[in-house]
């Protein structure tokens, strides 16, 4: 009797730490092929053409959880904190890297081809961005 006591002393603070472990580990750290999107902005706050967009094409690197330097440039789960003027100068940003082509970069479209956007989604975000500098 006194072994199982020691072994269940032994096991059971290894599964606490596993379990604690896992609670803690950030979802958007596991990939299936496709992009893992975190917490973005909230829906209203952006139209929701653009935030579906985003959600699809952007969240996996730009917003918690994402790339680090691509967070630093614009994190869409920090949006509802931007002032308008900020708001307006990253969407600005947004459109005209969206129109070079350089986003989202070519290695990421690699493994996630479904983020690649169209046209029609350039142009969206173009005249979103001209709408809000607009307000």
């Known amino acids: 009797m006194k072994k199982f006591n020691k072994s269940v002393l032994v096991v059971l603070p290894l599964i606490l730490v596993a379990l604690l472990a896992a609670a803690f580990i950030s979802p958007s750290s596991h990939t299936s092929g496709k992009a893992s999107i975190t917490v973005v902005a909230k829906s209203d706050t952006l139209p929701a053409d653009i935030n579906a967009f985003v959600q699809n094409s952007c969240t996996a ?53 479904e983020a690649a956007p169209t046209q029609a989604q350039v142009d969206l975000v173009k005249n979103w961005s001209k709408e809000l500098s607009k307000e």
């Open 61 to 113: 690197c730009h917003a918690d959880g994402g790339k680090a330097l691509a967070m630093s440039k614009l994190n869409f789960s920090e949006w509802n904190s931007y002032d308008h003027d900020k708001k307006v100068k990253k969407a600005g940003a947004m459109a005209k890297i969206l129109e070079k082509g350089s986003m989202p970069p070519k290695s990421f479209l690699k493994s996630h081809p």
